[in-house]
């Protein structure tokens, strides 16, 4: 499978349960059509992880993903050595050690003739892929998805410059691996710290934010089917109002999705200030917003 043009993409995206607008589905087509990393900037729970999940789903790949976090290196998300598997077959060959000295003179022809050999234990063979070499090693395409790229050090998103520029990586006792298929690449930025000028440059820029009214309520009634009309409106209503208050950390999509669980699942069928103070556990996930929020019930409301 794969995308024709911009209307294709929301088709399709729709499709996977992936609600898209215009500018979004145009920035998808363009990093398809041009083999160029997406960033995908933006509040969390604004759908960005979603977007890579919807992506290898419309285009039949399969999805790798490499979570960030601070102190994450190139060994943990490119390649780990087998040395527990190095040691087994040093083991195993020892006694080839004699055949292969023989015919040398000193301890430095022996040493020559057995560093002859070291391609036989710095192999592939001896490699256990991680989500970087998965994704450009692997014989069909793939959808890399790099996780809150934001969250990683800067030493190693530097490493990723070479990745996200040639598609190949470099790899000290192997030499430098080229991509045996070129993958969609997505990154996702909380904007935790910013990203580089060098990394922006090597992809397309998506800013995602909180959806308009109209496009939320259309993807509660995609991902909740059955809802009723009015409580969906003014569910939507209320968690924009609350978007609007003065709060530690605003209730995201995925929030109002849970909310509106929760309501179905109390079998409201009317929002009321007493309603929303009982279940604001659900949207708030600090003390003090929910205090703020039950301060503006009316505001709210």
Avoid at 181 to 186: A, G
Wanted: with cysteine; proline share 4%; hydrophobic share 40%.
């Amino acid at each position: 499978m794969d995308f024709k043009n911009v209307d294709d993409v929301i088709k399709k995206l729709e499709e996977s349960d992936y609600i898209s607008s215009k500018e979004l589905a145009t920035v998808v087509f363009l990093a398809y059509a041009n083999n160029k990393p997406i960033l995908v900037e933006g509040p969390a729970g604004v759908g960005k992880t979603e977007l890579a999940k919807a992506v290898s789903t419309s285009l039949g790949r399969e999805l790798i993903r490499l979570q960030c976090y601070e102190g994450l290196d190139e060994a943990k998300a490119l390649y780990e050595w087998e040395y527990a598997k190095q040691l087994l077959y040093t083991q195993m060959v020892k006694e080839k050690i004699h055949d292969v000295i023989a015919g040398t003179k000193g301890l430095a022809g022996a040493v020559d003739k057995i560093a002859e050999q070291e391609d036989a234990f710095f192999s592939e063979r001896f490699i256990q892929p991680r989500p970087l070499l998965q994704a450009i090693s692997s014989e069909k395409p793939v959808v890399l998805l790099i996780d809150e790229v934001d969250k990683s050090d800067p030493e190693f998103e530097a490493f990723l410059l070479e990745l996200l520029s040639d598609f190949q990586v470099s790899i000290p006792e192997l030499g430098t691996i080229t991509a045996k298929t070129i993958p969609f690449v997505l990154l996702t930025s909380n904007n935790y710290r910013d990203m580089s000028d060098a990394l922006k440059r090597r992809c397309i820029h998506l800013y995602l934010d909180y959806p308009d009214r109209d496009r939320e309520i259309e993807i509660v009634k995609l991902k909740i089917p059955g809802i009723e009309d009015k409580l969906t409106e003014n569910l939507i209503d209320a968690i924009r109002n609350i978007r609007d208050l003065d709060l530690k950390k605003k209730p995201c999509i995925s929030e109002t999705l849970d909310w509106a669980k929760a309501l179905i699942s109390l079998q409201v069928k009317d929002l009321s200030p007493k309603i929303v103070k009982e279940t604001l556990n659900v949207i708030c996930k600090y003390r003090s917003d929910a205090d703020l929020v039950k301060r503006k019930i009316r505001d709210v409301m």
